[in-house]
């Protein structure tokens, strides 16, 4: 059963250009979960989408950032104009959630992107 | 805002050693409590703590939540080189996961 599946593992950048992350989640699992580390800091919650659908997406800056999760294909975090700032590794998640909300379930991490902008 | 401290930031034992490491939180809605290991990539799941006083164990690391507290402890015995890694401790509360800045544990032989 293969893992969380993230590609690439590295992006680099030049600033104004557009980054586009994937993330494939393990079988069976519709929910994904968008993560950002930046260098020397915690994981921090960027957004939570199902299929089609964003659920949460209180952590994700207002501006240049977008994620979809669409019926086909993988989940894709866009980041466009990318800045200095936006370096870092971006982590996905993925868990077969299935209840209300905020159920609590195992989340299984995928090995991130890491995006170096020059 | 949601909140998660992780004390010590670094340590540094020799092999064979005990350690404890900390997490304590400030969150509204805390649904669970949960510890990820941290290596050179992806973080991988430790245990999840729901009820308090009720101790997690799997081989040499155990963990425990304090409710009251609000904190949990993550204890390693007998440390190996193999358990120098970034321990993560996140909180389930209104959004997904909210993680702390993990503590980052060396073992030296």
């Known amino acids: 059963n293969a893992g969380v599946m993230q590609n690439p593992r590295h992006l680099v950048r030049r600033r104004g250009q557009e980054a586009r992350l994937r993330c494939s989640p393990m079988k069976g699992h519709s929910h994904v979960y968008w993560y950002r580390q930046l260098p020397e800091e915690g994981l921090k919650f960027m957004v939570y989408?199902?299929?089609?659908?964003?659920?949460?997406e209180s952590g994700m800056p207002k501006e240049r950032f977008s994620a979809e999760f669409p019926k086909e294909g993988p989940s894709i975090l866009r980041i466009q104009q990318v800045v200095r700032g936006d370096s870092a590794a971006y982590f996905c998640?993925?868990?077969?959630?299935?209840?209300?909300?905020?159920?609590?379930?195992?989340?299984?991490f995928g090995p991130g992107t890491r995006l170096t902008v020059l | 805002e949601d909140k998660v401290v992780q004390s010590p930031l670094s340590l540094v034992v020799h092999e064979g050693d005990t350690v404890t490491l900390n997490c304590s939180y400030e969150?509204?809605?805390?649904?669970?409590l949960l510890w990820y290991k941290q290596e050179k990539k992806a973080p991988t799941f430790l245990f999840m703590l729901t009820s308090s006083g009720i101790e997690k164990k799997s081989g040499r690391l155990s963990s425990i939540l304090d409710k009251k507290e609000l904190s949990s402890i993550l204890n390693i015995t007998a440390t190996q080189t193999g358990d120098s890694a970034i321990y993560l401790c996140a909180v389930e509360a209104r959004t997904p996961l909210v993680f702390g800045k993990g503590t980052r544990l060396s073992v030296i032989a």
């Open positions: 969150v509204t809605n805390f649904r669970s």
């Open positions: 998640a993925s868990s077969p959630l299935t209840g209300p909300r905020f159920t609590s379930d195992t989340q299984y």
């Open positions: 989408l199902q299929k089609e659908n964003i659920i949460d």
